[in-house]
């Protein structure tokens, strides 16, 4: 026998869907999983968790409906499809926004960590070209190599460039990431009307270079444009059903695109070295002694 609060809250969930209420769908959701032990819902759980809002709702009427399966009953699919549309659309601007806060951090971690020593760096290539290395066999190309180490670095310390990029209290960068991920899902390319696609992809630069930056009232501007007379959502316009399938594809397969560049972003070597370092400056503090006495043993080396 079905518990008859359980049905109640599964139809609330079903009305909730088709009305396309995705937070009150969440807020939902929560609730059935702190209320029920049922494990026979455990199947419309995880459909909703993965945004699969069509299957979650036939489940839901086979569930409500046991034993009798009333597979004909009256069923919604196109606001499902649509809801799960927008819970993508949601989810891939999630996901930019993680990419994003991730190549910001490495780009400062790198910038940093040429700035603070980059100097020591180019002395110390420096002195190795001028002074031959004690090692008994020493190739005898060394020099040219050494020569080439030093300008190699001299390029990549010229074109450094120490942007003055503003530090955000944990408020503001919250208030920053949340008018991020309402901007961008308004228009990302991949979500906006075919006519839009254009003026969207430059939005969106836009909005990406302000969020780099930590220009919280630049994307608050570029937010409020959009939502005063914003470019119309492709998946509004949609009443076709293979064709917000097709889109939901579409979304996956970009997710799953972005999923791959965070996780090469996690495992590049700077990302490493950044995430196992607790205290930056003392970190910098470290290597730059280092690298101090090196350029003093060579330094007495070159002068012997």
Not at 243 to 264: D, H, S, Y
Request: aromatic letters at 6%.
């Amino acid at each position: 026998m079905i518990d008859s609060q359980l049905q109640k809250r599964l139809e609330v969930l079903k009305n909730l869907i088709v009305l396309g209420e995705l937070d009150l769908v969440r807020v939902q959701v929560e609730k059935i999983k702190k209320a029920s032990s049922d494990t026979n819902i455990l199947p419309i759980i995880t459909c909703l968790d993965r945004y699969e809002f069509v299957q979650a709702t036939r489940l839901i009427d086979e569930y409500i409906n046991y034993p009798f399966r009333l597979n004909n009953a009256p069923f919604a699919e196109l606001p499902a499809l649509r809801l799960q549309v927008k819970a993508l659309e949601i989810k891939l601007a999630e996901k930019q926004s993680v990419k994003v806060d991730l190549e910001r951090m490495i780009h400062h971690f790198y910038t940093n960590y040429q700035t603070e020593l980059g100097e020591y760096i180019l002395e110390v290539l420096d002195l190795r070209r001028k002074v031959k290395p004690v090692q008994v066999n020493t190739p005898p190309d060394w020099s040219e190599k050494a020569d080439q180490e030093f300008e190699q670095y001299k390029t990549i310390l010229d074109s450094v460039d120490p942007q003055d990029i503003p530090i955000l209290t944990p408020e503001r960068h919250k208030d920053l990431r949340l008018a991020f991920l309402r901007a961008s899902k308004l228009c990302h390319p991949d979500v906006v009307a075919e006519e839009f696609k254009e003026q969207a992809q430059q939005t969106f630069i836009d909005l990406k270079q302000a969020y780099e930056e930590n220009d919280l009232e630049r994307i608050l501007d570029i937010l409020a444009m959009l939502e005063k007379g914003g470019m119309t959502v492709k998946s509004d316009q949609i009443t076709d059903m293979d064709k917000l399938k097709a889109i939901i594809v579409t979304l996956q397969t970009r997710i799953e695109a972005l999923n791959k560049e965070i996780v090469k972003l996690k495992e590049s070597d700077t990302y490493r070295t950044m995430n196992g370092i607790q205290d930056w400056n003392h970190y910098f503090k470290t290597i730059r002694q280092s690298l101090m006495k090196e350029i003093h043993i060579l330094r007495t080396r070159a002068h012997a």
